[in-house]
Nanobody, 123 residues
Framework: QVQLVESGGGLVPAGGSLNLSCISS????????MGWCRQAPGKEREFVAA????????IVAEAMQGRFTISRDNDKRAVYLQMDNLKVEDTAVYYC????????????????WGQGTQVTVSS
């Protein structure tokens, strides 16, 4: 069993930045691909970014490329999402995800999910 706990969400003006963190625990958590998805009110959950367990492969959704950066620190069992130049449409609950394959995170079929952290971008 893997547990994921996110932090770092909050209220930020458009153009601002936030850095989300997710700490994992439990057996096998280091061997999982990890990433982030988000869900805005009234919308389906969508993929944001994912990184392989080794950190050598990353993918960021096209709408966030150039603004969002994913990274991980396996010593700390953490994955991060640096979000810059935030837009009002980035407002959503952001969920940390872990899966045996990054493709599962992209498809919204992660094995484990965090409880989510709210990001609100004001105009």
């Amino acid at each position: 069993q893997v547990q994921l706990v996110e932090s770092g969400g909050g209220l930020v003006p458009a153009g601002g930045s936030l850095n989300l963190s997710c700490i994992s625990s439990g057996r096998g958590s280091l061997s999982f691909a990890m990433g982030w998805c988000r869900q805005a009110p009234g919308k389906e959950r969508e993929f944001v970014a994912a990184m392989s367990w080794s950190g050598t492969t990353t993918i960021v959704a096209e709408a966030m490329q150039g603004r969002f950066t994913i990274s991980r620190d396996n010593d700390k069992r953490a994955v991060y999402l640096q979000m810059d130049n935030l837009k009002v449409e980035d407002t959503a609950v952001y969920y940390c995800a872990a899966a045996d394959r990054g493709a599962h995170i992209i498809a919204g079929l992660a094995d484990y999910w965090g409880q989510g952290t709210q990001v609100t971008v004001s105009s």
